[in-house]
């Protein structure tokens, strides 16, 4: 089955200067790139790709890292969409477990990734969960402009093509709590 993931080099590859070894690993399978750009992560698009752990205690220290503040202002990432058959199954097993201490020592985050001493996984990339995350952390990252195949429908408005269903919050893992709706009163 096709699939979409995006994978983003996160600010501790971009420091270690892993970009270039990241994209040969990835393009050593048969998914096809049809996206990247450079990015500054703002707080609030980390906030954002990183909604669905914003209960968890590391949530704020989350953010820190992927915007950079824990890297000497290294606030540029790189982020690569993908597509392909199995290509969550395929980008996660070139990733590796998240945690760099668990992860196959031929995967990325086994080869580069590092836990600090205060705990913070420097696990070098991010890759999608699942297809949902995958198409909804394209649509936060990308115009559809900035692909290279009608990954999904678009529209265009005000003379630029838009995703119908933009990224954003809403995943699997449910609406941002003021999307929540009321208890409905049994009748």
């Not at 668990?102 to 990734?113: K, L, Q, T, V, W």
């Not at 936060?140 to 003379?159: E, N, Y």
Request: net charge neutral.
């Amino acid at each position: 089955m096709n699939e979409c993931i995006l994978l983003i080099v996160k600010p501790d590859g971009m420091v270690k200067g892993l970009a270039g070894h990241v994209l040969r690993r990835f393009e050593e399978t048969d998914l096809k790139l049809v996206g990247a750009r450079l990015a500054r992560v703002t707080r609030e698009l980390a906030a954002t790709h990183y909604h669905h752990l914003r209960d968890k205690p590391f949530f704020d220290e989350l953010i820190r890292f992927i915007t950079g503040e824990l890297h000497g202002g290294q606030d540029t990432v790189l982020a690569f969409a993908y597509t392909g058959e199995d290509a969550v199954s395929k980008g996660r097993a070139i990733a590796g477990a998240t945690n760099p201490e668990e992860a196959d020592y031929r995967s990325i985050r086994g080869s580069f990734g590092r836990v600090t001493t205060k705990g913070v996984f420097e696990n070098v990339v991010h890759v999608s969960s699942d297809a949902i995350e995958g198409e909804r952390e394209i649509k936060l990252w990308f115009s559809p402009d900035q692909v290279t195949a009608d990954l999904f429908p678009a529209v265009v408005r005000d003379g630029r093509r838009q995703w119908t269903d933009p990224g954003g919050p809403k995943t699997r893992t449910g609406p941002w709590p003021e999307e929540k709706r009321p208890p409905r009163t049994r009748v």
